[in-house]
């Protein structure tokens, strides 16, 4: 029989593991958690008009009074398109309107059983303890009056609506900038544009709705909820996934070589190198090469950079440069050559194919990913140049067999990266 001073440090460990605690029922005790997104969270399916357009909301500013998800029955059903970025959360849509300089409630919208509440408004007021105005003489469109929001002070986060055309998992709409609108007691203040936002959900949602979000600890105590992304969701059900594949959405890198390919210089995801052991440890007196600010790889923690080519479609290895300043490692063959040799068991010859001696990597069978370096007037991470679709080649003993177009990856990896 286990001992109960040993079953009491178990359930405290287990305890002290989990991200998110599960609620107390019988209290209700809600805690507060913080959301990071680098892209636009909807948890609301309120509107919000801003100069003429329509806009999702991050949040609602009913969430201020509590039940207010419920005033109007429960939600039966969510009719939503699974790669939208708003949460249909309650069985209606408030409508908000920002005019003159102030944020008003203008209608709301039952999605179902509308008919079980013909003074809507009213209902509302309840809730609210603030009354519809109908002599506001500038609001024409609106006889029925239009609340303002008094209490609400913060900030909401909003995005346009979708084009013709367009669909929420595009990368150029997920991409696009949003904005964030702050407001004192009803009354705007300032907008801002944003590509990433910080916002707060209760620990019952996130236990609620775990397969929405992803929960990291740190050790100081504080508690980072990350908002999964819907159009990586559907991806992986689509796709089928080994044990320790995992889609990244968008190029990423683990290395710091450079491919030429039809002319184009192009980043490349993992070294072919990568398939000899120690081959990041084959220079231990020449110095680390710095990374460059923003590159879109993480540094290998390799001191040198293997350049790479590929001709009549065979992937060759044809020179190794360091870190510059170094001249001297970048000048002698010894140096330079001879440890890649040694590694591979190859020597570096002249072929037909190009200009240069050079390694055929008929070592290397599986799948690279490519993205072309940027030209010089764009950055890595301009909009069009982030979305822009990249390559994914596979290759049987160095030579390609396939290639094709993608804007993910499928990358195996001993854990998942956040």
């Not at 008094?150 to 900038?177: A, H, V």
Request: contains cysteine.
């Amino acid at each position: 029989m286990i001992p109960i001073q040993k079953v009491f440090f178990l359930l405290l460990l287990l305890s002290q593991c989990c991200a998110v605690e599960q609620p107390s029922q019988a209290t209700n005790t809600k805690r507060k958690l913080e959301v990071y997104s680098s892209g636009f969270v909807g948890l609301t399916n309120d509107v919000i008009q801003w100069y003429g357009v329509e806009y999702m909301c991050s949040m609602s500013p009913l969430s201020e009074f509590e039940n207010y998800k419920t005033i109007f029955g429960e939600l039966k059903s969510e009719q939503i398109d699974p790669e939208s970025p708003v949460d249909v959360d309650k069985n209606y849509i408030a409508k908000w309107i920002v005019k003159d300089g102030c944020l008003y409630l203008y209608d709301v919208e039952i999605l179902n059983d509308a008919g079980k509440y013909p003074n809507k408004k009213k209902v509302l007021e309840k809730l609210t303890k603030h009354k519809f105005e109908t002599d506001i003489k500038f609001f024409p469109e609106n006889p029925e009056g239009v609340m303002l929001a008094s209490w609400f002070s913060g900030s909401i986060y909003i995005k346009r609506q979708l084009k013709p055309g367009e669909t929420y998992c595009d990368c150029m709409y997920r991409c696009e900038n949003f904005k964030k609108l702050t407001f004192e007691k009803g009354r705007f203040l300032r907008e801002e544009m944003e590509v990433g936002m910080d916002i707060s959900v209760d620990s019952i949602e996130v236990y609620n709705n775990s397969v929405k979000y992803k929960v990291r600890k740190f050790e100081n105590g504080r508690t980072w909820v990350y908002r999964i992304n819907p159009c990586l969701n559907i991806l992986e059900k689509k796709v089928k996934l080994e044990e320790y594949q995992y889609v990244f959405d968008g190029f990423t890198s683990s290395c710091n070589d450079k491919i030429l390919w039809n002319d184009t210089t192009f980043f490349i995801e993992e070294s072919p190198l990568s398939f000899f052991e120690n081959y990041k440890k084959i220079y231990p007196n020449v110095p680390m090469c710095l990374a460059e600010y923003h590159l879109p790889y993480l540094m290998d923690e390799k001191n040198y950079v293997p350049k790479w080519v590929i001709v009549n479609d065979m992937l060759f290895l044809y020179d190794i440069r360091f870190l510059e300043g170094n001249h001297e490692f970048n000048r002698e063959y010894l140096i330079r050559f001879k440890p890649i040799e040694k590694l591979t068991g190859k020597k570096f010859q002249q072929t037909p194919y190009i200009n240069v001696k050079a390694i055929f990597a008929d070592w290397f069978s599986g799948a690279l990913y490519l993205k072309r370096y940027p030209e010089k007037n764009e950055k890595y991470w301009d909009r069009d140049y982030k979305c822009e679709p990249f390559y994914k080649i596979i290759l049987e003993n160095g030579k390609i067999i396939s290639k094709e177009k993608t804007t993910y990856m499928i990358l195996k990896r001993e854990r998942q990266f956040p």
